[in-house]
C-alpha cells in the first residue's frame, strides 16, 4: 500500500481512498480527535456566538493565558497556548532547543519531527504489550540526568490511555533532578 502524502494524523479520507474504502468504515487512531463527537455544550456556543467568527481571535493569547493561569493558579508566563497541538510542540521545542529528548512510544509523530527540527538525539521509550501498553513506573529507570526533556502525551495516542495517578508523582520528582 502507498503510504499517505501527508505524516500528520487525521487524514482519513486519503486513508479510505488508497484502501478503496469510504472514510466512514476507519477507525482513526492517527489523531486526537472525540470519536464522541463535539460535546452539545460547545456546539451550543458556537451557536450562541457568530460573531466570534468574523474576526480573529488574540494571536497572543493573553485573555486565555490570564483565565487559565487564574483557573490553575499559575503564573501566566507558564502557560503556552497554541492553535493546536501541533503549533505548540513545535513552538515548546524551539524555545527549549533540548539536546537529548525521550518519547514514549506508541507515541503522537509530531514529537519527533520537532525534536529533530533542532537537531535533537530522541530516546525512545517502548511501551509494552505485557503492560497493557500503559506507562508504569518503570519508565523511571530510564530517565537519566543526560536527558534534558521528555514528552508524554496523556492521554497516549494511539493507545487512549492515561498512566495511572500513582505514577505522576515520581515522574514530577525525577523531572525535577
Not at 499517505?4 to 487525521?10: E, N, Q
Amino acid at each position: 500500500m502507498a503510504l499517505l502524502k501527508s505524516a500528520h494524523g487525521g487524514n482519513i479520507r486519503e486513508a479510505a481512498a488508497l484502501l478503496g474504502i469510504a472514510p466512514g468504515e476507519l477507525l482513526d487512531f492517527s489523531a486526537n480527535i472525540n470519536p464522541l463527537g463535539m460535546p452539545a455544550s460547545l456546539r451550543q456556543a458556537i451557536v450562541d456566538n457568530p460573531g466570534c467568527a468574523e474576526r480573529y481571535p488574540d494571536v497572543e493569547y493573553q485573555q486565555l493565558h490570564q483565565a487559565l493561569a487564574a483557573h490553575h493558579q499559575l503564573p501566566a508566563a507558564h502557560i503556552l497556548a497554541g492553535n493546536g497541538e501541533t503549533e505548540s510542540i513545535f513552538t515548546l521545542v524551539h524555545g527549549l532547543k533540548p539536546r537529548r529528548a525521550m518519547i514514549v512510544i506508541p507515541g503522537f509523530a509530531e514529537y519527533r519531527r520537532a525534536l529533530q527540527t533542532v537537531d535533537c538525539e530522541v530516546v525512545e521509550y517502548a511501551l509494552r504489550e505485557r503492560d497493557g501498553w500503559q506507562l508504569t513506573d518503570a519508565i523511571l529507570d530510564a530517565l537519566t540526568p543526560a536527558l534534558d526533556c521528555l514528552f508524554l502525551c496523556t492521554p497516549n495516542n494511539p493507545t487512549g490511555l492515561l498512566p495511572e495517578r500513582a505514577c505522576w508523582k515520581p515522574l514530577r520528582s525525577a523531572a525535577g533532578r
